[in-house]
């Protein structure tokens, strides 16, 4: 399985970015792919998932209405719209994906992760 993450880049406060992240390397059937940030210093946060086939999604609580996730299945992508971005959202973006659901992350990070892509907010 390959993650290629893209479309970071450096924005003003209030601006948007959208993110993409390109699955290669089986079919993902049944897989639930998500978004994680990790800013230096501070420990890896869960953004949003959805689940490949129903695409249900699930959100950090404080980033739904500012953070849409969705997923091309024809382009094998997943994106993530970011609104309203502020200096507290630069980070590193990750995709990842696993068989698991996310509920189980918590326990045990999925398996397959992307390199990630920078996003950095001024004020």
């Known amino acids: 399985v390959q993650l290629q993450a893209s479309g970071g880049g450096s924005v003003q406060a209030g601006g948007s970015l959208r993110l993409s992240c390109v699955a290669s390397?089986?079919?993902?059937?049944?897989?639930?792919m998500g978004w994680f940030r990790r800013t230096p210093g501070k420990e890896r946060e869960f953004v949003a998932s959805i689940h490949w086939n129903g695409g249900y999604t699930y959100y950090k609580d404080s980033l739904e209405g500012r953070f849409t996730i969705s997923r091309d299945k024809d382009k094998n992508t997943v994106f993530l719209q970011m609104h309203n971005l502020n200096p507290e959202d630069t980070a590193v973006y990750s995709c990842?994906?696993?068989?698991?659901?996310?509920?189980?992350?918590?326990?045990?990070?999925?398996?397959?992760w992307g390199q990630g892509t920078q996003v950095t907010v001024s004020s």
């Open positions: 990842a994906a696993d068989v698991r659901p996310v509920g189980s992350w918590s326990r045990r990070a999925p398996d397959y």
């Open positions: 390397g089986r079919t993902f059937n049944g897989y639930t």
